[in-house]
């Protein structure tokens, strides 16, 4: 069964800094990863897609990567803004079609 | 393009009543999930459908099923509601099975 953890629960940094967000998972027979962000009461919001033959993704200030062999997938979020205070969900999805959630990582960039 | 629409956004219901929920998928997708978020258990898969067919299930009791139509409109319906089916519901579409997830804004149920 697949297990998905993410790690720290939440994270305060300032303005301007660079941060890494961690996500470790069981299985390595994974079909895709995906990080998503979610703000208080609403849906999910997707940010990168890393498919398993792949390694990392960039989006803007963020990138993903995926190493598949020691189960972690890492975000990095460059040069944070007030504006990304949010919760960070990793998922992962198996070849036979069904997806795991992280816990998240609640994130608060401080002006 | 408009984005996966969830109806209702909220909804209050008493214990015992059903309730059903709809989710419109991005025009093009084929693929439609349910999951049920709440703070003690976090994001937990409901049921997954393609092309009309149920292709996989989380465990969750036979009081949770769904449906999706030929075009692509998914319903879950929830009898015999309990005050622990309080949540928010979310569902999300797919291109294709397996391929990048887009989510709705939620049902959020509460159960009185």
């Known amino acids: 069964k697949q297990e998905v953890t993410q790690i720290p629960a939440a994270l305060s940094v300032p303005e301007g800094e660079n941060l890494v967000l961690n996500c470790s998972f069981t299985?390595?027979?994974?079909?895709?990863l995906q990080w998503f962000r979610q703000d208080p009461g609403k849906g999910l919001t997707s940010l990168l897609l890393?498919?398993?033959?792949?390694r990392e993704q960039t989006s803007g200030r963020l990138n993903a990567s995926l190493d598949k062999s020691s189960g972690r997938s890492t975000l990095y979020i460059a040069a944070s803004q007030p504006g990304d205070s949010a919760t960070y969900l990793c998922?992962?999805?198996?070849?036979?079609?069904?997806?795991?959630f992280g816990d998240g990582t609640t994130l608060t960039v401080k002006p | 393009k408009a984005g996966v629409t969830q109806t209702p956004r909220y909804l209050i219901k008493t214990r015992g009543q059903q309730v059903t929920l709809s989710c419109s998928p991005i025009?093009?997708?084929?693929?439609v999930s349910w999951y049920q978020q709440t703070p003690g258990q976090g994001l937990q898969f409901l049921f997954e459908?393609?092309?009309?067919?149920?292709?996989n299930k989380g465990n969750f009791p036979g009081r949770f099923s769904g449906r999706q139509f030929s075009n692509s409109r998914s319903e879950m319906n929830v009898s015999t509601l309990e005050l622990g089916d309080s949540a928010l519901y979310l569902c999300?579409?797919?291109?294709?099975?397996?391929?990048?997830?887009?989510f709705g804004q939620g049902t959020r149920l509460t159960v009185v």
């Open positions: 998922a992962i999805r198996t070849n036979a079609g069904k997806s795991t």
């Open positions: 299985d390595s027979a994974i079909y895709n």
């Open positions: 890393i498919q398993s033959s792949q």
């Open positions: 025009s093009g997708h084929r693929s």
């Open positions: 459908y393609f092309s009309e067919t149920q292709r």
């Open positions: 999300a579409s797919s291109r294709v099975d397996n391929t990048e997830a887009f």
